[in-house]
């Protein structure tokens, strides 16, 4: 059984950054699609990025764009975003998941092709 655990969350100013990483257990995670998903209050869960298995390559919403990274480490089964110039939208319940996947270079953004979820980290930015 695979489990997720995010780390990183917290409270901080507008412009400020936060670094969330997600380590997984159970099995090596190398075969997955990781990516991170965020909940507002009110709000359906939103994709924030992804990463193919082999790190290769990256997706993520516009919102975030030139303020996010996302990145892995396969040897140490850990995925992590880098959020810097954070935004009071930001806020949100962030969700690091994974699915199995047999290709190399895909990602997916719709939450229902994750198959392991984490029990999210809250992030909040205040004004």
């Known amino acids: 059984q695979v489990q997720l655990v995010e780390v990183g969350g917290g409270e901080v100013q507008a412009g400020g950054s936060l670094r969330l990483s997600c380590a997984a257990s159970?099995?090596?995670?190398?075969?997955?699609?990781m990516a991170w998903f965020r909940q507002a209050p009110g709000k359906e869960r939103e994709f924030v990025a992804a990463?193919?298995?082999?790190?290769?390559?990256?997706a993520y919403v516009d919102s975030v764009k030139g303020r996010f990274t996302i990145s892995r480490d396969n040897a140490k089964n850990t995925v992590t975003l880098q959020m810097n110039s954070l935004k009071p939208e930001d806020t949100a319940v962030y969700y690091c998941?994974?699915?199995?996947?047999?290709?190399?270079?895909?990602?997916?953004?719709?939450?229902?092709?994750?198959?392991?979820w984490g029990q999210g980290t809250q992030v909040t930015v205040s004004s």
């Open positions: 998941a994974a699915y199995f996947s047999s290709a190399s270079y895909t990602y997916a953004t719709s939450p229902d092709e994750y198959q392991y």
């Open positions: 990463i193919a298995k082999n790190g290769d390559r990256t």
């Open positions: 159970g099995r090596t995670l190398t075969m997955d699609v």
